[in-house]
């Protein structure tokens, strides 16, 4: 069974009189534990298609499955509760609150959407912010921090609650080329030790070579799938 | 909860400038409410302890018809022995009634064997009536200040009337009444002392002995016109008046009407009007403190939300439950609602500590020199500081529903 599936994907939003077509009719299936790239140029539909696996926008029409939960019969507060529980995100502007530390920024995940005992926090924060090599860095805010230094917070932070799939959009775009390469070895050896599925978008050819598995958007369209992807469209 | 305390507090001190100008506005409003209460109300203790203590009493009985006719002093609404001894033996048994006095009320003629004039007066025994209206003796300008003032033979004149008749302590007047039968009596009398006028009923009322009055009246038993009556405690006065008018309601004339009435000093002096609209004013000013607190919270969370909105976003689309960020803009605003109200709660201690070490010193009517000493109850403080955090938390709501309400998707492309 595929963590994520997707059967005649489409969505469709208006600007002003004008529709859309974002997502024309999709088919794809990922496996749990892929390492997987969404390419293609802006506009492509990418950050549309994230957004509809990480239950932050509902398919127009088709079926979406993530994690066995068929995504449309989600409302707003369960939505919510199963992002908390099956979803990280790690976002290309990093998203981090300016007046928490970098630990209590990963922490915040178990602290505020998991409810989870401040011993159990302490004890998972401080394994990722070791494992991002952030350690030393824990009692620093976000301004005191380097994008790189960032955006390794945003993956700890992602990664902190354990869940089955992380989503990144554009996770490199405001990174120079060598810390988002080791922002992506970062994420790939994440997934190596927890076996966390990573499904991220990207337009720079290579971080694209990065991914295992790459779904190629144009128009909103699937046009083939590189290396292990299995696409139907 | 603590860890969204302390992720509110933090939001707080991110917007430290405007944290400080939002405190300090709702700190001038709880200030200005404290303050102002407690000037008003100890201003309001004072004027109701000056009529009560000095002239009305507390409760006053009368018979049933009196107080309407009270302009006249008539002597044919007077209570007969059988029903002052009645009302005596009620106040007797009643244990928070301190003490009362039984009056004799009347109107007469006043000579100094060259002008005349009409004066009001209270025949009273000297004793009882300074234990139920203490501050009398204070009254007493020229003369003896105790008793001795009101002994049989003596009286004592109010200011306005000496002054005009220059009467002096020690002088000989005649006191000419007509009594319940339409016949004339005068006796004289010295002059035991001159009397403060006060401002209300009977602020410009003569005392005189009740033996004295019963002379002149050719009363035969202890009729009484009024009895005023003093509490042990004035905060219990609407209780002891049910109580009394209770017991009293009781007797009845033939025609099955109560013969006794029953007032609190408020039914009777027009101050009541002047307690009423300080009330009023102080409600006011706590209605104005509502305006401030909710203003003022509501337009710093509403910034606070429109600053935060791809925050929103992020804390959303990871799972936050809008609840969660429900609470945590609410908890921001009650935040500033502590923070005002407390300062506001100290600077208030401090203001009123001031004002009893420099205390405001006013006149009122002929009253002059009377020094203002402010208090602050705990359940003022309680109140005022309730009213802020329950608004603050209202003000916060409308911010607070807005921003758990963002769509993640949206709230995170905000630029």
């Known amino acids: 069974m595929s963590l994520v599936s997707a059967r005649g994907l489409v969505k469709n939003y208006r600007m002003g009189e004008i529709e859309v077509k974002a997502i024309r009719g999709v088919d794809f299936d990922i496996e749990g534990g892929s390492f997987v790239s969404f390419v293609g140029p802006s506009g492509s539909g990418k950050t549309t298609l994230l957004n509809m696996i990480g239950c932050l926008d509902a398919p127009t029409e088709g079926d979406l499955t993530v994690a066995n939960q068929d995504v449309s019969l989600l409302d707003r507060e369960s939505s919510a509760r199963f992002r908390g529980e099956t979803i990280g995100f790690i976002f290309q502007d990093f998203n981090l609150m300016p007046v928490l530390t970098a630990f209590e920024n990963v922490e915040y995940p178990l602290m505020m959407v998991q409810n989870r005992p401040a011993s159990e926090r302490k004890k998972r924060v401080s394994a990722l912010l070791d494992a991002v090599g952030m350690d030393e860095m824990k009692d620093k805010f976000p301004d005191q921090l380097s994008g790189g230094q960032k955006q390794r917070v945003a993956v700890a932070r992602a990664l902190?609650?354990?869940?089955?799939?992380?989503?990144?959009?554009?996770?490199?775009?405001?990174?120079?080329?060598?810390?988002?390469?080791?922002?992506?070895?970062?994420?790939?050896?994440?997934?190596?030790?927890?076996?966390?599925?990573?499904?991220?978008?990207?337009?720079?050819?290579?971080?694209?070579?990065?991914a295992e598995v790459t779904f190629t958007l144009e128009d909103g369209t699937l046009h083939d799938s590189g290396k292990e992807g299995r696409s139907r469209a | 909860m603590r860890d969204t305390l302390r992720i509110a507090f933090r939001n707080l001190r991110r917007y430290q400038r405007r944290t400080i100008l939002t405190s300090l506005l709702i700190t001038a409003g709880v200030v200005s409410v404290l303050v102002f209460t407690s000037l008003s109300g100890s201003f309001k203790a004072m004027m109701i302890g000056q009529i009560t203590d000095s002239m009305l009493g507390h409760i006053q009985i009368h018979k049933k018809g009196f107080v309407a006719s009270i302009d006249n002093l008539p002597l044919n609404l007077t209570m007969p022995p059988k029903d002052a001894a009645l009302v005596e033996a009620h106040l007797q048994e009643n244990p928070m009634v301190q003490a009362w006095s039984p009056r004799v009320k009347f109107g007469a003629m006043l000579s100094n064997f060259e002008e005349t004039t009409n004066i009001r007066l209270n025949a009273v025994d000297p004793a009882m009536e300074l234990e139920t209206v203490p501050l009398l003796a204070g009254r007493v300008i020229q003369g003896e200040k105790g008793p001795g003032s009101i002994q049989?033979?003596?009286?004592?004149?109010?200011?306005?009337?000496?002054?005009?008749?220059?009467?002096?302590?020690?002088?000989?007047?005649?006191?000419?009444?007509?009594?319940?039968?339409?016949?004339?009596?005068?006796?004289?009398?010295?002059?035991?002392?001159?009397?403060?006028?006060?401002?209300?009923?009977?602020?410009?009322?003569?005392?005189?002995?009740?033996?004295?009055?019963?002379?002149?009246?050719?009363?035969?038993?202890?009729?009484?016109?009024?009895?005023?009556?003093?509490?042990?405690?004035?905060?219990?006065?609407?209780?002891?008046?049910?109580?009394?008018?209770?017991?009293?309601?009781?007797?009845?004339?033939?025609?099955?009407?109560?013969?006794?009435?029953?007032?609190?000093?408020?039914?009777?002096?027009?101050?009541?009007?002047?307690?009423?609209?300080?009330?009023?004013?102080?409600?006011?000013?706590?209605?104005?403190?509502?305006?401030?607190?909710?203003?003022?919270?509501?337009?710093?969370?509403?910034?606070?939300?429109?600053?935060?909105?791809?925050?929103?976003?992020?804390?959303?689309?990871?799972?936050?439950?809008?609840?969660?960020?429900?609470?945590?803009?609410?908890?921001?605003?009650?935040?500033?609602?502590?923070?005002?109200?407390?300062?506001?709660?100290?600077?208030?201690?401090?203001?009123?500590?001031?004002?009893?070490?420099?205390?405001?010193?006013?006149?009122?009517?002929?009253?002059?020199?009377?020094?203002?000493?402010?208090?602050?109850?705990?359940?003022?403080?309680?109140?005022?500081?309730?009213?802020?955090?329950?608004?603050?938390?209202?003000?916060?709501?409308?911010?607070?529903?807005?921003?758990?309400?963002?769509?993640?998707?949206?709230?995170?492309?905000?630029?």
């Open chain 2, 152 to 415: 049989p033979g003596k009286i004592l004149i109010p200011e306005l009337l000496a002054k005009g008749m220059k009467i002096g302590v020690g002088d000989q007047v005649v006191i000419v009444a007509t009594n319940r039968d339409g016949s004339v009596n005068g006796i004289p009398l010295v002059v035991g002392g001159i009397l403060e006028s006060a401002t209300g009923p009977g602020g410009r009322d003569g005392y005189l002995h009740i033996s004295d009055a019963k002379t002149l009246l050719r009363m035969t038993g202890n009729e009484v016109s009024e009895f005023a009556v003093r509490l042990k405690d004035f905060n219990n006065l609407e209780s002891v008046m049910a109580q009394i008018e209770t017991a009293l309601s009781e007797e009845r004339n033939q025609a099955g009407i109560p013969r006794f009435e029953v007032h609190t000093w408020e039914k009777l002096s027009p101050f009541v009007n002047i307690a009423t609209m300080i009330d009023m004013m102080t409600v006011s000013v706590k209605v104005l403190l509502v305006f401030i607190a909710l203003i003022s919270v509501m337009n710093v969370m509403i910034m606070a939300v429109f600053e935060r909105i791809r925050e929103i976003g992020a804390i959303s689309a990871m799972g936050t439950l809008p609840g969660r960020i429900r609470t945590l803009f609410v908890t921001e605003g009650f935040f500033l609602g502590v923070l005002g109200s407390l300062a506001g709660t100290v600077l208030s201690l401090l203001a009123v500590l001031a004002l009893n070490i420099w205390p405001i010193t006013f006149n009122f009517g002929r009253s002059t020199g009377l020094i203002l000493r402010p208090s602050l109850s705990l359940s003022e403080i309680a109140f005022t500081i309730a009213v802020v955090l329950i608004v603050s938390i209202i003000a916060s709501l409308q911010p607070a529903v807005k921003a758990s309400r963002m769509e993640p998707i949206k709230a995170l492309r905000h630029v």
């Open chain 1, 160 to 210: 902190v609650t354990a869940p089955r799939l992380v989503l990144a959009d554009e996770p490199t775009a405001n990174l120079d080329h060598a810390t988002a390469l080791n922002i992506l070895k970062i994420m790939k050896d994440m997934r190596d030790n927890s076996g966390t599925t990573f499904i991220f978008s990207t337009h720079d050819p290579k971080v694209m070579a990065q």
